[in-house]
T-cell receptor, first 115, second 113 residues
Framework: AQSVTQLDSQVPVFEEAPVELRCNYS??????LFWYVQYPNQGLQLLLK??????LVKGINGFEAEFNKSQTSFHLRKPSVHISDTAEYFC?????????????FGKGTLLTVNP | DTGVSQDPRHKITKRGQNVTFRCDPI?????LYWYRQTLGQGPEFLTY????????KSRLLSDRFSAERPKGSFSTLEIQRTEQGDSAMYLC???????????FGEGSWLTVV
């Protein structure tokens, strides 16, 4: 069984400030890691993913995340946020050895960027 | 790719009525998933198809829920005798046979009154 904990339910920041959204996971098997973004009343859009290789992965819209196996974390970062980054962000894992790649999600972090 | 398409986007129904949602996955994606998302929560897995075969169902999928993918292309999710607790967004997603990334549709909002 897998679980994902997003440590902050809400993160308010000012425009052009840096931001970090925290994600920790628990799993008895190796996992793939994902961050999705959800804008109001919309579905989920993939931001970035970690499958293997370099632990620092870059995604769309200037976001990046770092996989830390020892701390079982996959925190999302952006050096300078924009108003348009206001959205809900979900961290998710899937079983690396599974056959269906189904995702287990955290409860989400609402990022609010203020002018 | 035109993306994962879901219909209808919004549905308001009276308690006890049946509703059906349709999902058209990305062309040639043989894996299809249904998730449910309630307010303030992350999406929760409901069921998974590989081609036309339904290979996994969550305990969340009660007997009132049924999903089909008759020809391995589009899928339907039917909820019978809806209850207020069924109010949620139902998300469909798909992935290719050799891929490990899941692509989501815009979701179908259900409100049971």
């Amino acid at each position: 069984a897998q679980s994902v904990t997003q440590l902050d339910s809400q993160v308010p920041v000012f425009e052009e400030a840096p931001v970090e959204l925290r994600c920790n996971y628990s799993s008895s098997v190796s996992v793939y890691l994902f961050w999705y973004v959800q804008y109001p009343n919309q579905g989920l859009q993939l931001l970035l993913k970690y499958l293997s290789g370099s632990t620092l992965v870059k995604g769309i819209n200037g976001f990046e995340a770092e996989f830390n196996k020892s701390q079982t974390s996959f925190h999302l970062r952006k050096p300078s946020v924009h108003i348009s980054d206001t959205a809900e962000y979900f961290c998710a894992v899937s079983d690396r050895g599974g056959s269906n790649y189904k995702l287990t999600f955290g409860k989400g972090t609402l990022l609010t960027v203020n002018p | 790719d035109t993306g994962v398409s879901q219909d209808p986007r919004h549905k308001i129904t009276k308690r006890g009525q049946n509703v059906t949602f349709r999902c058209d996955p990305i062309s040639e994606h043989n894996r299809l998933y249904w998730y449910r998302q309630t307010l303030g929560q992350g999406p929760e897995f409901l069921t998974y198809f590989q081609n036309e075969a339904q290979l996994e169902k969550s305990r969340l999928l009660s007997d009132r829920f049924s999903a089909e993918r008759p020809k391995g292309s589009f899928s339907t999710l039917e909820i019978q005798r809806t209850e207020q607790g069924d109010s949620a967004m139902y998300l469909c997603a798909s992935s290719p046979s050799m891929g490990n990334t899941i692509y989501f549709g815009e979701g179908s909002w259900l409100t049971v009154v």
